[in-house]
């Protein structure tokens, strides 16, 4: 028995179409079809003799950043080199259930008993409407009052929802260490007010950095905004600065970190909290933020002596910056990097961080 190639497969209304070059489908009816191969998307039409064909070319994913830069989109004269930076890990944090020390387990244990209650609001919202929906359709006399009613409901349920889930945090700070976290607080509120702020999502070696812009590594970045707010559901009486990385959020309490995520929340003390900051080259594609300084300048295709790749077609000219690279981590597992556009803006901050984490030794050394 004889092995053969069937070029175009049906399975019910779409056909599958084998090539050297790959697998394409298309769906349809006669005198006009839609697929996608691998050439692109295309659409097909026409009978009796005049027909009309038009495929639309795949457009390449650019999401990448390189410790300096993005890969540009223009044209060139030939493709990148496949492979020309390693896969992008991911910078994040461990499993928040285990960001947890022996001083805050009792606290994340009732800010995560709390977040697990079930709300009662979304059911009472349900059965409002299918109240008000069977008053209209029998026309019934009660409207109005049904409508009051449905609305107070939901109002309790909701104040029911909040003082149950809610926790609250009272702090009544000695004179001594006001002035500590006082400090904290001022320089938070210096770092805050840099024109551009980033959390470091993911990160891979550069192997070729003629397609980078002579960046040594490549980069996935998300725009962040830092701000004084409470954690959800967290009531008390003072300012909480927070950090959003990725899916989790830093919140910086007194006497240690809360992480909060949408399923949980962890502790770091400042006892175990190490903080590193270093200024960093940056290649940046994008616009520079006004509080930048600009060191240099490179090519987004450049040569082995460092100058324009005349082979490349619109080969941009690109600013290199200074950044600041703020990295928090601990032995439990925190591990978040952030960027600043402004040089020296988060020195005082880690200056107070660092004072917080030898009060904490110290006031463990003594207890």
């Known amino acids: 028995m004889g092995l ?7 399975v019910g209304p779409f056909r599958f179409n084998l090539s050297k070059s790959g697998v394409g489908v298309s769906a349809g009816v006669k005198g006009f079809r839609v697929g996608t191969g691998p050439r692109g998307n295309y659409v097909h039409m026409g009978r009796g003799g005049l027909y009309y064909r038009h495929t639309f070319s795949k457009k390449r994913d650019e999401r990448a950043y390189t410790q300096s830069t993005r890969p540009s989109t223009s044209e060139h004269y030939q493709e990148p080199a496949p492979l020309t930076h390693e896969p ?27 977040r697990k209650m079930s709300t009662l609001m979304p059911v009472i919202i349900g059965l409002g409407a299918v109240a008000l929906a069977y008053t209209i359709y029998r026309d019934l006399p009660y409207l109005l009052p049904i409508t009051i009613g449905c609305i107070l409901a939901v109002i309790l349920a909701r104040y029911r929802d909040v ?65 004084f707010t409470s954690p959800p559901f967290v009531k008390t009486n003072i300012q909480v600065p927070s950090i959003p990385v990725g899916k989790q959020t830093l919140y910086f309490f007194p006497d240690r970190v809360l992480v909060f995520e949408p399923y949980g929340v962890g502790a770091v003390s400042y006892e175990n ?28 295709y450049v040569n082995k002596q460092g100058g324009p790749d005349r082979r490349f077609k619109n080969n941009h000219r690109i600013p290199v910056v200074r950044y600041e690279d703020l990295h928090l981590f601990s032995k439990t597992g925190m591990n978040e990097r952030i960027s600043l556009s402004k040089v020296g803006a988060a020195s005082s901050f880690v200056l107070a961080l660092k004072r917080f984490r030898e009060a904490q030794k110290n006031s463990t050394s003594v207890s």
């Open 4 to 10: 053969y190639i069937r070029k175009a497969l049906r």
């Open 88 to 114: 992008l890990k991911e910078i994040e944090s461990g499993d928040i259930m285990h960001m947890v020390d022996g001083s805050s387990a009792e606290l994340v244990e009732e800010l995560n008993s709390k």
């Open 163 to 227: 003082m149950n889930k809610t926790s609250v945090i009272i702090y009544d700070i000695e004179d001594e260490f006001e002035e500590n976290y006082n400090k904290l607080i001022n320089s938070f509120d210096e770092m805050k007010a840099v024109d551009s702020c980033w959390h470091m999502e993911a990160e891979g070696r550069v192997h070729d950095s003629k397609y980078h812009a002579g960046a040594s590594s490549v980069v996935e970045r998300k725009p962040i905004q830092l701000s």
């Open 273 to 300: 909290l190490e903080v590193k900051l270093s200024p960093t080259r940056f290649v940046e594609d994008g616009s520079v933020p006004k509080d930048t300084k600009i060191i240099d300048y490179t090519w987004e």
